[in-house]
Every structure is written in structure tokens, then in C-alpha cells.
């Protein structure tokens, strides 16, 4: 019999008891917003930056609305200006380039390489034309690329590096957590992220400045005194009247729900990595089918899962998605003409006017993609490899080609 998965692929693991409990606790004191808070209380929102200050080594932390919202203002905090030229990795999500264009600012481009990390040829190619002395640096899917060079690279150039970590919270790269590279770095606690809020982001960063002008751009109202994990007052006065309010605040019930969150990431880490080295397990000598190779110096989080099929015509990588989605295993396709839900090129980012990049058109186009819950056991992983090998070997076998756009599943 032919075996089929019936797990989802969208199906995270509840809020813990302890987050319930925070923020029913917050529901029925009503003081939800950060800065309303009873005499002598520390809100849950000035606990929360503490702690992953804390958990990253960071001396300052902000908690903000999104991913989104915090990779825009750590460039407006380190004083990119519309028109200003960004850097930026050609593979990754839409809110990257988005937050780029947010603050009016253009991103431009780098390729990738075949092992998914930005290709720093290239990287000093682009920053050596276009001027930009920024880059937002993502580390999608959580590869991440030889950060020892790059920074070094960057350095050289004089470009400022933002580490997009939507991907890393909770991994190390040499033993340093991810994000600890950069001036600055943002974090994403999207319902698909390490730690779930339904939406929230965090931004890190060692330079009072920095942290006190992103404190103030997040909309503090002044308020910025109830911070802890912000500079002290000092680092305020002089930039308080210069810098716009664009209010972007996390709120108190989801610190709440974070806080409980944060003692639970590295075991988080530790399941996402039986997981993914249950599927790398089930994948490996695949005829065809090329697995990501993963440094050993790198602590990733398996929270998703990528191959090549590199080089195969589209039709027959549609064939493979077709069937592996009738045994119940969404995969999805970097190569894919339209946009489909979260996953995109950086073709389909029409208004950033992009240069055709033929080494990221090539990788993307044989690039799958899935998504790994922590619902997930190591044996359904083993099924789900069992599935994917399977269907890979049979489409070759067969020659079969998908004669339309096989619909995508999100
Ligand atoms: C999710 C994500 C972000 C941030 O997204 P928000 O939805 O704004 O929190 C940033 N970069 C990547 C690669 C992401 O996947």
C-alpha cells in the first residue's frame, strides 16, 4: 500500500501554559499597552527586551510590532535615507526587500550561491557599483554564509551589516548567536517563527545610539526611561526632538506569551535538529536530488527544510510537487512563475526594478522548500523522506513531465 503523511505542515505547537496563564493575567488587568503601567510594576514588554538581551548577549533590546517593523527601523536607525542604496540577498522573503522599500530606500541585489548563503563575489561586486554602504544580511532558512569573511569583506567596503535572523533565533555560528555579527539585528516571532506571537519582532544591537534613536522612532512618547534593556537617558537627549515617532510597539500580552517562550528556544532548537537530520537522513543519495551541505560549525534550526532538483526541467519538478502533495507532503517551489503565499523571487519584487541575476534564477529554479513544525515526530519526517525519495525516483524513472502548473498547496 502506498504510504500517505496526514499530518499539517501549518500546525505549530499550542502556547505554553505558562504564556496562557501571563496573559490572561494581562486580560484581566487591562494594562496591555507597554507604558501603562501601576506604580512600582515593570511591564511585560521592558521584561521580555531584557531577557532576550539576555539570551543573546545583546546590551540593548527593543520588542516591536513585526520582523518587518523592526529590520526598517534598524536601518532608519543606523541612518539609511530615502534614496539610500541597501544591499540585500536576492533569496529571501518579501518583507526583506519590503522593509527596504518601506523607508523609501532601494535595495539592490546579490546573488546566491548553491549552498543558499549570499555569494560574496558578488556581494563586493554590487557594493562596489552601486555605492551602498548598508547590507541586510539574510539568513534565510537559516543558511547561514561564512560570517568570518563577510565580515571582513564588509569591514573592507565600510558597509554597515543588519542580520535579518527571521530564521536564527537560536542558532550560533562558531559558538556566537546569530545576530551578534551585525550592528544591528532583527527578529521575527511570526506565527512560523522559533517563538510564536502571531506577530511581534525584536531588534538587538550593542550601540547606545543606535538602540536610543530606534527606542524613539518605535514610538516610546518619551517614555523611553521604562526601558531596561535601553541605554540610560543620556543617550536620549540629544537626538529626542530630531527623531519621528512611527509607532511600532510590541504590547504587554504578547510579551506575555513570548516570555515563557524564551527558556523553551535552545530545547526548541535541539527537536528542530532530530527533525532535520531525520529527513536529511531519508533524503541522502538521492540520484537527482541535492541536499544543502550544513557547516559543523553552524547550529542551525531545522525549521525548514531545502533541496535542489537542480536543473530539471519545470515540468517535472511540478510533476514531483503534484505527487508528493497527493501522499499529503506540501512541498514548495522557489522556481514557481507567480508568487504563490509566502514564497517569492526576487523577479516578483517588480517596484525594487530588479537586474536579472542568472546564478539565483539557476538555484531557484530546482529549489524546494518546506516547512518543518515542531508537531512533527523524527518518524514522520522518516515518512515524509520515504515520500519525497519515492516520487523523485518515479518522475525520473518515468520521464514524466506536469502538463500544467500543478496548483500549489500554501
Ligand atoms: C518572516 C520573515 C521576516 C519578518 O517577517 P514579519 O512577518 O514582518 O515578522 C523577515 N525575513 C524573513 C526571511 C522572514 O521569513
Redesign the pocket.
Known amino acids: 500500500m502506498m504510504e500517505r503523511f496526514t499530518g499539517s505542515f501549518t500546525q505549530q505547537e499550542p502556547i505554553p501554559d505558562a504564556g496562557i496563564e501571563a496573559a490572561l493575567a494581562v486580560l484581566r488587568h487591562g494594562r496591555l499597552h507597554r507604558y501603562n503601567t501601576a506604580p512600582g510594576e515593570l511591564s511585560e514588554t521592558a521584561l521580555l527586551e531584557e531577557e532576550f538581551a539576555s539570551l543573546t548577549g545583546a546590551r540593548y533590546c527593543l520588542a516591536v510590532a513585526?520582523?518587518?517593523?523592526?529590520?526598517a527601523c534598524a536601518l532608519r536607525a543606523i541612518g539609511v535615507r530615502a534614496g539610500d542604496r541597501v544591499l540585500s540577498n536576492a533569496f529571501?522573503?518579501a518583507?526583506?526587500p519590503g522593509?527596504i522599500a518601506s523607508i523609501g530606500a532601494v535595495p539592490v541585489f546579490v546573488e546566491v550561491a548553491e549552498d543558499l548563503t549570499i555569494d560574496l563575489a558578488h556581494l563586493e561586486q554590487q557594493a562596489n557599483a552601486s555605492g551602498a554602504r548598508v547590507l541586510l544580511l539574510?539568513?534565510?532558512?537559516g543558511h547561514v554564509c561564512d560570517m568570518d569573511r563577510l565580515m571582513a569583506l564588509c569591514d573592507r567596503l565600510g558597509v554597515t551589516v543588519v542580520e535579518?535572523c527571521?530564521?536564527t533565533m537560536g542558532a550560533t555560528w562558531k559558538g556566537i548567536p546569530s545576530g551578534r555579527h551585525g550592528k544591528v539585528a532583527?527578529y521575527?516571532?511570526?506565527t512560523?517563527?522559533h517563538v510564536n506571537s502571531g506577530?511581534?519582532?525584536f531588534l538587538i544591537t550593542d550601540d547606545p545610539q543606535v538602540a536610543a534613536r530606534a527606542v524613539l522612532l518605535s514610538g516610546s512618547y518619551m517614555l523611553y526611561a521604562r526601558h531596561r534593556a535601553a541605554p540610560p537617558p543620556e543617550a536620549f537627549e540629544g537626538i529626542r526632538l530630531d527623531t519621528p515617532n512611527i509607532s511600532g510597539r510590541m504590547d504587554n500580552l504578547r510579551a506575555a506569551i513570548l516570555r515563557p517562550q524564551l527558556p523553551l528556544l535552545a530545547d526548541r532548537v535541539r527537536r528542530w535538529g532530530l527533525l532535520y537530520r531525520s529527513l536529511e537522513a531519508g533524503l541522502t543519495e538521492t540520484p537527482g536530488l541535492h541536499l544543502i551541505p550544513r557547516p559543523a560549525h553552524e547550529v542551525y534550526v531545522g525549521s525548514s527544510f531545502q533541496f535542489l532538483l537542480r536543473d530539471w526541467p519545470a515540468g517535472r519538478i511540478q510533476a514531483v510537487i503534484a505527487r508528493c502533495a497527493a501522499r499529503g507532503v506540501e512541498l514548495k517551489w522557489f522556481g514557481a512563475p507567480d508568487p504563490v503565499a509566502?514564497t517569492s523571487r526576487y523577479d516578483h519584487w517588480r517596484y525594487a526594478d530588479p537586474a536579472p541575476l542568472p546564478q539565483t534564477d539557476r538555484v531557484l529554479a530546482g529549489l524546494i522548500d518546506m516547512r518543518v513544525p515542531l508537531t512533527f515526530t523524527p518518524e514522520d519526517c522518516a515518512l515524509i523522506a520515504r515520500i519525497i525519495r519515492a516520487e523523485v525516483l518515479a518522475v525520473q524513472q518515468s520521464g514524466e513531465e506536469a502538463a500544467t502548473a500543478a496548483p500549489l498547496a500554501d
Open positions: 513585526s520582523g518587518g517593523y523592526a529590520m529571501t522573503l518583507p526583506v522593509a539574510s539568513h534565510m532558512r535579518d527571521a530564521h532583527a521575527s516571532m511570526q512560523y517563527k506577530e511581534g519582532g509566502f
